[in-house]
């Protein structure tokens, strides 16, 4: 699926995100066990979709851990 234009907001010339965040609270532990491998798949799911912004935050735990291994397994 392809989002359409107006769901990015363009900061700069090289600088856009799309408008809908996916907030990585849900990957916090607070709400049980979370397994990374289905969590990272859950993130590409969501990449190919057209949604490529997420909301960290410090007292999120893992969800930095996460986005370190999605970023590397992208550029495999």
């Known amino acids: 699926m392809k989002l359409p234009e107006s ?3 363009k900061f700069t010339d090289n600088l ?3 408008r809908i965040l996916n907030g990585m609270w849900q990957v916090s532990g607070i709400h ?3 397994d990374p ?3 990272i798949q859950s993130m590409f799911d969501y990449m190919d979709a057209g949604f490529t912004t997420w909301d960290l935050a410090d007292h999120y735990s893992p969800a ?3 986005i370190r291994e ?5 550029l495999i």
């Not at 999605?70 to 992208?74: E, L, S």
């Open 7 to 9: 769901s990015r907001l």
């Open 64 to 66: 930095e851990d996460f």
């Open 32 to 34: 049980g066990h979370i």
């Open 16 to 18: 856009n995100i799309c």
């Open 70 to 74: 999605f970023r590397i397994d992208k």
């Open 37 to 39: 491998k289905t969590a």
